[in-house]
């Protein structure tokens, strides 16, 4: 299990989505879903734990090394294996996101130096150095920026070789009068599908329709990997049953970790799963998008 989150304060944990999808999202019976594969319904949701922590490290995870293979299928073998080697918790690139969003909106100029705010969000988490913090990042900021949805890095040339800098922006919003609802829909095969990222808009939810699962809109948009979307729920889902304590009934406790369970499990891919996006704004994205579904 990876260390903590590190940076100032705690980690911000949406428990008004997870209060949502308690009471209403959490299937009538968690553990005898026809859709499910018999490898989920054999095992027992007693032996659930709600840990204190869902993220792992990479290695834990099992993202594979070699992954070149299957991110070529994807749509791109170096992209799909950045983001693989990526060892960041979704709290960690949700405060990124989130530190980057700030930093944008009381900036008077329309591109930032990559070196400058890297170094400045890192120290935000906590990390020692640039170093650690690009161990982490699996290289550059910059970089790592440019895996993001909705990010845009360009190099400015130097008076001198070598002497160039990389600068990013935030891409705006598309003009309202253009947005379209749409629906992405991904069939999860592999443990590779996970590492897509999906930039999930303010308004759009997502729905595992084999658990009857769905995550709320929170208002405010999320970058992240598929994986880290799923286990940002099951924290969330944890923290909220947690700190109900004894004030939560028995019956609604044992099918909130009965969904844990069974989304944690949904995680090893033990067979192919469907990741549904519903955005009424259109504006949220999928990468690499090869295998995405999208209806209008």
């Given at each position: 299990v990876r260390r903590p989150a590190r940076g100032r304060g705690s980690v911000g944990v949406h428990l008004g989505a997870a209060t949502e999808m308690a009471a209403r999202?959490?299937?009538?019976?968690a553990t005898n879903i026809g859709a499910l594969p018999?490898?989920?319904?054999s095992m027992d949701p007693a032996l659930s734990v709600?840990?204190?922590?869902?993220?792992?490290?990479?290695?834990?995870?099992?993202?594979?090394?070699?992954?070149?293979?299957?991110a070529g299928a994807l749509g791109g073998d170096s992209y799909l294996a950045k983001l693989m080697q990526l060892d960041i918790s979704h709290q960690e690139m949700?405060?990124?996101?989130?530190?980057?969003?700030?930093?944008y909106e009381?900036?008077?100029?329309?591109?930032?130096?990559?070196?400058?705010?890297?170094?400045?969000?890192g120290r935000d988490l906590g990390y020692e150095d640039d170093d650690e913090f690009e161990e982490a990042l699996k290289?550059?900021?910059a970089d790592f920026l440019r895996l993001l949805p909705g990010f845009e890095v360009r190099a400015t040339p130097g008076s001198k070789p070598g002497e160039g800098k990389n600068e990013f922006k935030i891409l705006p919003p598309p003009p309202a009068n253009t947005l379209v609802p749409k629906k992405m829909v991904l069939n999860v095969k592999?443990?590779?599908?996970?590492?897509?990222?999906?930039?999930?808009?303010?308004?759009?939810?997502?729905?595992?329709?084999?658990?009857?699962?769905q995550i709320g809109s929170d208002q405010r948009r999320k970058i992240d990997s598929i994986y880290n979307h799923i286990g940002a729920a099951i924290f969330n889902l944890g923290?909220?049953?947690?700190?109900?304590?004894?004030?939560?009934?028995?019956?609604?406790?044992?099918?909130?970790?009965?969904?844990?369970?069974?989304?944690?499990?949904?995680l090893d891919v033990p067979r192919p799963w469907t990741f549904i996006v519903h955005d009424p704004s259109g504006m949220s994205e999928i990468k690499p998008d090869a295998g995405v579904t999208m209806k209008r």
């Amino acid at each position: 299990v990876r260390r903590p989150a590190r940076g100032r304060g705690s980690v911000g944990v949406h428990l008004g989505a997870a209060t949502e999808m308690a009471a209403r999202d959490v299937p009538a019976d968690a553990t005898n879903i026809g859709a499910l594969p018999a490898e989920l319904q054999s095992m027992d949701p007693a032996l659930s734990v709600v840990p204190p922590q869902t993220d792992l490290s990479r290695e834990a995870r099992g993202a594979p090394g070699g992954a070149q293979g299957t991110a070529g299928a994807l749509g791109g073998d170096s992209y799909l294996a950045k983001l693989m080697q990526l060892d960041i918790s979704h709290q960690e690139m949700d405060r990124i996101v989130e530190e980057l969003e700030k930093v944008y909106e009381i900036t008077p100029v329309e591109w930032l130096a990559c070196e400058g705010v890297g170094q400045m969000v890192g120290r935000d988490l906590g990390y020692e150095d640039d170093d650690e913090f690009e161990e982490a990042l699996k290289g550059s900021f910059a970089d790592f920026l440019r895996l993001l949805p909705g990010f845009e890095v360009r190099a400015t040339p130097g008076s001198k070789p070598g002497e160039g800098k990389n600068e990013f922006k935030i891409l705006p919003p598309p003009p309202a009068n253009t947005l379209v609802p749409k629906k992405m829909v991904l069939n999860v095969k592999s443990s590779q599908d996970l590492w897509r990222v999906c930039m999930k808009a303010a308004d759009a939810t997502i729905e595992i329709p084999e658990l009857e699962f769905q995550i709320g809109s929170d208002q405010r948009r999320k970058i992240d990997s598929i994986y880290n979307h799923i286990g940002a729920a099951i924290f969330n889902l944890g923290s909220h049953v947690r700190e109900a304590g004894s004030s939560m009934n028995e019956d609604t406790k044992n099918k909130i970790v009965d969904t844990i369970h069974l989304l944690n499990l949904l995680l090893d891919v033990p067979r192919p799963w469907t990741f549904i996006v519903h955005d009424p704004s259109g504006m949220s994205e999928i990468k690499p998008d090869a295998g995405v579904t999208m209806k209008r």
